[in-house]
Every structure is written in structure tokens, then in C-alpha cells.
């Protein structure tokens, strides 16, 4: 079991709560939606699905391929 | 939807095991505005309820009216949207009715303190068995941001433009003066925090009461220059202090903050059961009268 990083677009409203308390930085609002940042690295730590109130943004469980690994982005 | 590596995997759900799960998908992304307190503290409901393990079916989410009270629109369990401010009389009835389910209140400050004010001095009085979650976002949001009764004193409204001159109330306390047996205080940045307050309160026989500071930078924000929905996230950070860091403190350094955590807890019979005691004690009465 792998975990992922997953990005609702369609919910998110753009409020930066998720970019501004990732510990890594590895978020940014780019016309009013979230997406990963280039060259960043991703800790799935869950911070930001923690605080975002339009559930828009989490970590889910990626059965399967391992290749699948936020770090290899 | 986009997958944080490089191929795109398509999953039908779009969302976590915990929303998809507990919440209507079709009525989602709820209708609360950008960055809106809410939302966090809807997930802290429903991360309580799993962590408790309850059944959706013996689950009810009682709300009134305000933004708070779309909450019950969302949630997946036993839903009632009620009146304004009647949700404690609703969630009474409900209670009684079925001693059995668990029955959680949706509300908001004004909800629960302006209109609601005596519905919940008077079930915190009975110690009935209901949780109440508090969404406290210190303004009337969905009519405009009029003041409420927890509005800080000199914080501006649209009905307050020079400053709100009454004091402001403190809901956790207003409950555990009428009697609540469980009175706790959370805040939307704090998640676990909150989750494991809420978690707490339903498994307390009682009634308890979580009174969970949120935000709304759309209108206490823009009235009050507290910038954006991160700025206030951030004060809430900056500016908590925890129960026994508050009871170091003195009043002058308590100024201002918001203390957290777990402010009262006490045990005495809960309503139901000593309703229920009450019917058991006159029935023996009769048959041993006959």
C-alpha cells in the first residue's frame, strides 16, 4: 500500500489554507486552485486534509503500483 | 481530479474513505464561502464519529438555521434541518423518543445563544443526554454579519458600524453555569484537538457542550481587518492557550486569548435515565398497590 497525494480541483475554492500550513511548502494557488509545486517535495504528512474545509485535497491509500510516490514527483 | 505523480490514475471516487463515507457527495462542495471554518469543523464532527465506530443509522445530526446548519444537509446520518434556534427542542424530543441513538447538535453562536439562548440553558439544566457542537464564528454570516452574542466588545458589523457595545458571551461557560456536565472549547485550526473534545463530549453521559471557535473571513474578517481565512487560522495558532497553560495565566495575560481544551467535566444523572428510573419506580408502585 502506497500513499498518494490527491487533488480534487473541482471543489477546491482557492483559500490557501492547504499551501499555507504544508510544512513543505509543496502547495501553491494558482487561479484560485491548488496544485503541487514544482521541485517540491511532498511528505504526505496530511496537514492539509486536515484543514481543508472543502475536502478538496488528501491522501488516499494506492494499491498496486509502487512506482506511485508523491517523493518522485 | 490530478494525481500527485506523474500518471494520472482515474479513480470514480473522487474524495477520502472518511467524506465519502459520512457526507452527500451530491450536495458537495458545500455552498460556505472560500476558507470558511465550517467546513474543518464538519470533518471533525464526522473523524469523531468514525473514531468512535458509530452506526450511521443510530446517528442523528439535529441543526437550526444559519451556516452552521447546512451541516445537516451534508452529513449522511439521520438528518433534521429544524427552526431557528429549536435544535436542542427538536434533538429533546428526539432523544426521549429513542434513549438509544446519539444525538449530535449542528448549531451555530447565534443559533444557540440569541435565539436559541434558553433552549440550551435549559437542557444543559436537565443534563440530557445530547452532544451540541458549537460553530463559532463570532457574526450573523449567512444574513450579512450582524453582531451576535459572542461578537467581542469593539468589533465591527454591518449593524454594529462603530463598534459592538455589549459584552460578548462565553458559550462553554454559559453551559456549564446552567449545568451542563461537559463544557469544552476547540478551535478550527486545531483538528485533533477538537476531534478528541467532540469525541469525549458524545461519549459523556450528559449533556455536553463544544464550543469551537471558527472563522469567517468573508464577513468578521473584512469588518474586523483580520485579513484572510489563513491570517485568522493563524491568530488562532498564535493566540490559544490550553487549559492548565490558562490556569498559570492571569486575567491581564488571558486578555484576548482563547483557551482550549477540556474546561468542566462533572457526573449526575442524565435526564433519560432518570426519566426512565422515574416510570420503573411507578410501576412498581402500582403493581404493588393492586
Redesign the interface.
Known amino acids: 500500500m502506497k500513499k498518494?497525494?490527491?487533488?480534487?480541483?473541482?471543489?477546491c475554492?482557492?483559500?490557501?489554507?492547504c499551501a499555507?500550513?504544508c510544512p513543505k511548502g509543496a502547495l501553491e494557488i494558482v487561479d484560485d486552485k491548488v496544485?503541487?509545486k514544482e521541485g517540491t517535495e511532498?511528505i504526505l504528512c496530511g496537514q492539509c486534509?486536515?484543514?481543508?474545509?472543502?475536502?478538496?485535497i488528501?491522501?488516499?491509500e494506492?494499491e498496486g503500483?509502487t512506482?506511485?510516490?508523491?517523493k518522485?514527483? | 481530479m490530478t494525481v500527485d505523480t506523474g500518471d494520472v490514475s482515474v479513480k470514480t471516487k473522487n474524495m477520502s474513505n472518511l467524506i465519502y463515507k459520512y457526507m452527500r457527495p451530491e450536495h458537495l462542495p458545500q455552498i460556505w464561502c472560500p476558507g470558511c471554518g465550517n467546513g474543518i469543523i464538519m470533518r471533525d464532527i464526522a473523524q469523531a464519529i468514525e473514531n468512535l465506530g458509530l452506526s450511521r443509522n443510530s446517528t442523528v445530526i439535529v441543526s437550526g438555521i444559519g451556516c452552521s446548519a447546512r451541516a445537516a444537509g451534508y452529513m449522511d446520518f439521520n438528518t433534521i434541518h429544524t427552526t431557528h434556534g429549536r435544535a436542542i427542542a427538536f434533538a429533546t424530543g428526539i432523544k426521549l423518543a429513542n434513549p438509544s441513538l446519539e444525538v449530535i447538535v449542528v448549531t451555530g453562536d447565534g443559533d444557540i445563544s440569541a435565539i436559541g439562548g434558553n433552549h440550551l440553558i435549559h437542557a444543559a439544566r436537565r443534563n440530557i443526554g445530547l452532544t451540541v457542537v458549537v460553530m463559532n464564528n463570532n457574526i450573523y454570516g449567512m444574513t450579512g454579519g450582524q453582531y451576535s452574542p459572542t461578537t467581542p466588545t469593539g468589533a465591527f458589523g454591518t449593524t454594529a458600524p462603530y463598534g459592538n457595545l455589549d459584552r460578548s458571551f462565553d458559550i462553554a461557560g454559559l453551559a456549564y453555569g446552567a449545568g451542563a456536565s461537559y463544557a469544552a472549547r476547540g478551535s478550527a485550526y486545531h483538528v485533533q484537538q477538537t476531534t478528541t473534545l467532540i469525541q469525549e463530549g458524545i461519549k459523556h453521559r450528559g449533556f455536553s457542550i463544544i464550543d469551537v471557535a471558527s472563522i469567517c473571513p468573508t464577513y468578521y474578517g473584512r469588518k474586523n481587518k483580520k485579513g484572510s481565512a489563513v491570517d485568522m487560522l493563524k491568530w488562532q495558532r498564535d493566540n490559544s492557550v490550553t487549559v492548565d497553560q490558562a490556569a498559570k495565566m492571569s486575567q491581564e495575560e488571558l486578555k484576548g486569548k482563547l483557551v482550549i481544551g477540556l474546561l468542566h467535566q462533572v457526573n449526575y444523572p442524565e435526564f433519560t435515565y432518570a426519566y426512565d428510573q422515574l416510570i420503573r419506580r411507578l410501576f412498581e408502585e402500582r403493581e404493588e398497590n393492586e
Open positions: 498518494v497525494l490527491m487533488i480534487n480541483q473541482s471543489w475554492k482557492g483559500c490557501g489554507i499555507a500550513f496544485q503541487r511532498c486534509e486536515l484543514r481543508c474545509p472543502d475536502y478538496a488528501y491522501i488516499d494506492n503500483d512506482d506511485q510516490w508523491a518522485s514527483y
